[in-house]
């Protein structure tokens, strides 16, 4: 028999209640739970250091912010990944920036020994980050939420904040504009 406490209160682990007196407990295992994957999704958005300093930022503004988590309205790892995805957004221009100068400014050198491979991978990697570069924000969160952190379109609109129809809606309109080469032009 678990008590409300080892549980996580009495919406369970995904749902804990966070307005005990030792958030300090509760955040210890929220952070062992989720920090590893929510760092794996922040590597692939904004590298490694970014995305360690995020995930740090992370769980001090849930920390700080415990109070406005209603486990009735969304699993705590969506309002993390919300939390998180907010968070990184003031990276999101410098991203873009990056994209667009990767998909357009960086040429395809011919070395002696560079294998057909390599250039292939090169020449995709810059179409990807053109086409990454764009969709709009709230497009590129819908779709990277959903391929790197493996969120469902329940997930996804919980850790956003929209309704699941916006997700949907995001991500047909995300992969029409994908299958067009991601130009907008």
Known sequence: ???????????????????????GLVFGRLFDSHAAALRYYLVRRVGE?????????TFLVALN?????????????????????????????????????YSADIPVVSHAGRVAEQVDAQ???RQLAGALAALSPGDRDV????????FDTTEVAEALDIPVGTVRSRMHRVRKQ???GGSHD
């Open 49 to 57: 250091t970014a995305a360690d300093d995020l995930v740090s930022e």
């Open 123 to 125: 020449t995709k990697a």
């Open 65 to 101: 912010q415990r109070h406005r988590y209603d486990p009735a309205r969304a699993a705590v790892r969506s309002w993390l990944y919300g939390i998180a995805t907010n968070l990184m957004r003031r990276h999101v221009r410098d991203e873009v920036r990056e994209l667009k100068a």
């Open 1 to 23: 028999m678990t008590d409300s406490h080892s549980s996580g209160g009495p919406f369970g682990r995904d749902r804990p209640d966070l307005s005990g007196p030792d958030p």
């Open 143 to 150: 779709l990277l939420l959903t391929a790197w952190a493996g």
């Open 178 to 180: 994908l299958r067009k």
